[in-house]
């Protein structure tokens, strides 16, 4: 009696792992759009990072930023997706914005709002993932 029960705790444990499992392997990826970006400029948020590197991960580190800024550059990464080069003027530090769409049309010295989740910085510039435009 002891095995019968012990064999179908055994398989009840198997079947809720594999149910968690599943729906954590199928589960939809997160959009920048679904979150309140955090409201930022250019020069504030490279300013941050300068100053304290920590600080600023912790504050924005995979959180969904909203930045409005003047349109650097705009080119092609090694995977063919479209980065956005936003600076404020007099400042040298920049952010880079890598696009999720690969049609989008800006050019430089435009003022636009971009949301993307921050994935810290390098050396130079401060940068973003799957961004998208903001109207």
């Known amino acids: 009696m002891k095995k019968k029960t012990l064999v179908y705790i055994i398989i009840l444990v ?4 594999g149910l968690v499992a ?19 400029t250019v020069a504030g948020i ?3 990072y300068t100053e304290d590197e920590a600080a ?5 580190l995979n ?24 600076q404020a003027d007099g400042t040298d530090g920049t952010v880079q914005c890598t696009m999720r769409d690969k049609d989008v049309k800006l050019e430089a010295g435009q003022q636009v709002k971009i949301q993307g989740f921050c994935s810290g910085n ?13 109207e």
């Open 122 to 134: 390098t050396m130079f510039d401060v940068l973003l993932t799957d961004c998208v435009v903001k």
């Open 56 to 60: 600023a991960n912790k504050k924005y």
């Open 46 to 48: 490279t300013k941050e």
């Open 14 to 17: 198997a079947a809720i792992g």
């Open 63 to 86: 959180q969904a930023v909203e930045i409005e800024g003047k349109v650097a550059s705009v080119t092609a990464n090694q995977d063919g997706a479209v980065v956005v080069g936003l």
């Open 22 to 40: 599943y729906r954590m392997w199928n589960k939809p990826h997160e959009k920048v759009e679904d979150r309140k970006g955090i409201p930022v």
